[in-house]
């Protein structure tokens, strides 16, 4: 018998890829339906950027970080789509090795029904041999059988024969013995007759006519003796005759017996023959039937391997298809991603152009406030030095005093703020070459901490503004960094009379140090345009 390999409960096609494969091409639909979205939010702020207005820079800054976040979520779907691409190419490799593995395993099959058939084939000779030996051996069998009944109805018919023979042999015999007496009485009788005859040679004369008689009686009789004997001769030879044809049947019993024991022992011989090939008949049969059962098996296996192929093929034929159309996704993003960086580069550039022209208009709208202010400085301090010649002591008001506390601290912190967004805003315009979605967190963070910058100066102003024109009251205070007089003064004077005198070199320094560092902003920013001028050209 030939070998059968165990078949595998092999699931060529995971129900859960097919899902994964779905989920896949949903996935790519969504991907694709969030960028033509993305790309007409752009294209509507766009349109919005070309007729911009002072209300709707916060609104535009806001919408230009939501576009930076779907970029860069953007950009992981991306990874998350070529993650998804590589699990497919695994797969589609992992479907070919099992194709492969598979496809040995049916050869390997065909080569097992192919030997299977050729030992069938055998194994059919091999049992039309045995039939035709076994009709054969029947036959001889039949025959022996036949003519040994011949021969014993032959040796049964020659003893009856021998048998009947022998009692007329016996009855011959029984005659012989009778005549033989009868014969030794007349011996006996002659002999007394002579004797008689030597002794009464008187009464011989006397009775002639009776020796005559007895003369002619006794001629008869030694006629018949003689026949007697003749006869009996010949019944001793007839008895030599039987004794030698008893000898015979005796010699041919005693054959017939051996021949009758070879005969036994020959259809022992043919019946254990006969057992044999029955038995091999048996095998032979059986054979045949496991052979019948595996080339079923076989033919099964093989129908379900060739459908296992053909599901293979259409799967590596669906898996080529997804992966081509996973590569035309691909290239469309790609392509799509290169427009919409190039276009969000163009619209970054535009907007902080329209940024630093917003923070060039805040400079100079400090620049005038901080005139005025140092003109109310001017005229308080006129004012001050008048009244400083009647008094040892200046006078200002106790939320004056906090206020410029307050507002020396809120210079301190705007003045770290914007150095701090300063050198963010450089090493993100250093690190902006190599690309990557934390240099635009890092320009969203930098973009915040400039609103909040923006926010708090014109509150901070218009405090000032609030605090000149506040009333004054006459206080006392004491324990506050020193004594502090409170004095009534005119009315004229509280609505002229800003902060104290030392509010005004800090206010300047924090407005020169933020037109240096937006100088420098203003640079940096032309210098690395001009540098990408030059690359595109070249």
Not at 117 to 135: C, G
Request: net charge neutral; proline share 1%; aromatic share 4%.
């Amino acid at each position: 018998m030939s070998k059968m390999y165990p078949r595998d409960d092999v699931v060529f096609r995971d129900p859960t890829s097919i899902q994964k494969q779905q989920g896949f091409s949903a996935f790519w639909k969504i991907f694709l339906s969030q960028q033509k979205e993305s790309n007409a939010r752009e294209m509507a702020f766009k349109s919005e950027l070309s007729h911009p207005s002072s209300n709707d820079v916060e609104q535009v800054l806001r919408k230009v970080d939501d576009i930076k976040q779907q970029i860069c979520t953007l950009r992981l779907d991306m990874a998350s789509a070529s993650v998804q691409r590589q699990k497919a190419q695994i797969q589609i490799q992992l479907s070919n090795s099992e194709y492969k593995s598979y496809s040995e395993y049916s050869e390997g099959l065909r080569r097992e029904i192919e030997a299977t058939i050729v030992e069938k084939e055998f194994v059919d000779l091999a049992r039309i041999e045995t039939e035709n030996e076994i009709k054969r051996i029947k036959a001889s069998h039949e025959t022996d059988a036949a003519n040994f009944i011949e021969s014993m109805e032959k040796v049964k018919s020659r003893t009856i024969q021998l048998r009947e023979e022998i009692k007329a042999g016996e009855t011959l015999q029984k005659k012989l013995g009778i005549t033989a007496s009868e014969l030794n009485a007349l011996h006996h009788e002659m002999e007394f007759v002579r004797l008689m005859e030597k002794s009464n040679l008187k009464t011989r004369y006397v009775r002639d006519e009776q020796e005559v008689a007895d003369l002619s009686s006794l001629q008869l009789s030694r006629v018949e003796l003689d026949a007697a004997k003749k006869e009996l001769s010949w019944l001793k030879e007839e008895g030599f005759g039987i004794m030698d044809v008893m000898d015979v049947t005796r010699k041919e019993l005693t054959h017939i017996a051996k021949e009758k024991e070879n005969c036994r022992r020959e259809v022992k011989e043919y019946e254990s023959r006969v057992e044999i090939l029955e038995a091999k008949l048996h095998e032979a049969m059986s054979m045949m039937e496991s052979a019948s059962a595996a080339e079923t098996r076989a033919d099964a296996i093989v129908a379900s391997l060739s459908v296992a192929l053909r599901q293979l093929h259409s799967d590596i034929g669906a898996a080529r298809r997804e992966a081509e159309l996973v590569r035309e996704e691909t290239k469309a993003v790609r392509s799509q991603t290169e427009m919409t960086k190039s276009r969000t580069s163009e619209s970054l550039e535009e907007r902080l152009g329209a940024a630093m022209e917003a923070l060039k208009n805040a400079k100079a709208s400090e620049a005038m406030a901080l005139e005025e202010l140092q003109q109310v400085t001017e005229s308080t301090m006129t004012e001050r030095a008048i009244s400083a010649l009647w008094s040892d002591t200046i006078t200002i008001s106790k939320s004056e005093y906090y206020y410029l506390i307050k507002q020396g601290k809120a210079a301190t912190e705007v003045a770290e703020k914007k150095v701090t967004a300063a050198l963010a805003w450089k090493e993100v315009f250093e690190a902006k070459e190599k690309g990557g979605c934390e240099e635009r967190w890092a320009i969203v963070a930098v973009d915040q901490e400039i609103r909040g910058i923006d926010h708090v100066t014109p509150r901070s102003w218009h405090d000032t503004k609030l605090v000149i024109a506040m009333p004054r009251r006459s206080l006392h205070v004491s324990g506050i960094s020193g004594r502090i007089n409170g004095q009534i003064s005119s009315p004229s004077l509280l609505k002229k009379q800003p902060s104290l005198k030392s509010i005004a070199p800090r206010l300047t320094l924090d407005s020169k140090k933020k037109g240096k560092v937006m100088e420098k902003v203003v640079s940096f920013l032309n210098g690395h345009r001009s540098c990408r001028n030059i690359k595109a050209s070249a």
